[in-house]
């Protein structure tokens, strides 16, 4: 993980954003909703636009945040993001009507292993449940573009997939699981990964040709 001084001087560096962006990072911050963390988020962005995706399919919205700033990346991307929680759909819908992103941006309220899509992405973003990833994974990607690329988010879980010494059974087992999931992605046969220390660790899976 990048060191603690790093993370402070590049977080410094991060130019300021727009209000409605920095009311839902303090909402998710007192109501301990997990979006992704600052120098993580500009690291996915940049990708985004290298990408230059006309699609974009999210698996787990939590309040919209990742959403509308994918959005707001990439001029016409469209979004779709699904999330389980009731909650925290309404909470997305509202912040997403804020951002005056509702165009491009369709959030599905349901569990993303029962959804059914028949459309293809560019890029799948994959941020929800830690210990289903396989199995998002293994439905979504045959939604994949020709030169789509999957991003899996938190795969290095706060460092503890490093050294699982947490006295914790349910953390331990979910460590397990990520640790099961990154060797399995990176040793699947027909993706590249590579696995980047950047906010909780960014997953960045490219199909082979």
Same mark, same amino acid.
């Given at each position: 993980m990048i060191p603690s001084e790093i !993370?402070?001087?590049l977080h410094s560096l991060i130019p300021e954003?727009?209000?409605?962006?920095?009311? =839902?990072e303090q909402? *998710?911050? &007192?109501? @301990?909703?997990? $979006? =992704?963390?600052?120098?993580g988020i500009e690291a996915l962005l940049q990708? $985004?636009?290298?990408? &230059?995706p006309k699609s974009i399919l999210e698996i787990g919205t939590a309040i919209g945040y990742s959403s509308i700033r994918m959005a707001k990346a990439v001029q016409d991307v469209k979004v779709v993001t699904i999330e389980r929680d009731d909650e925290r759909y309404q909470k997305a819908l509202y912040y997403i009507k804020q951002a005056n992103?509702? !165009? @491009? $941006?369709?959030v599905i309220l349901g569990d993303a292993l029962e959804v059914n899509l028949e459309q293809s992405f560019d890029v799948i973003f994959i941020d929800a449940a830690k210990g289903q990833y396989t199995r998002f994974f293994e439905k979504y990607e045959k939604l994949l573009a020709k030169?789509?690329? $999957?991003?899996?988010? #938190?795969?290095?879980?706060?460092?503890?997939? *490093? &050294? #699982?010494n947490t006295e914790n059974k349910r953390i331990k087992?979910?460590?397990?699981k990520i640790q099961g999931y990154n060797e399995w992605l990176m040793n699947h046969p027909d993706y590249h990964t590579t696995i980047l220390p950047i906010g909780d660790g960014i997953a960045i899976s490219k199909k082979k040709r």
């Open positions: !993370e402070s001087y954003r727009e209000s409605v962006l920095l009311e =839902m909402y *998710a911050k &007192e109501h @301990q909703v997990p $979006i =992704m963390e600052l120098v990708f $985004i636009r290298l990408i &230059e992103m509702e !165009e @491009q $941006i369709q030169n789509g690329v $999957i991003i899996s988010d #938190n795969v290095l879980f706060k460092g503890l997939v *490093a &050294e #699982n087992s979910l460590v397990k």
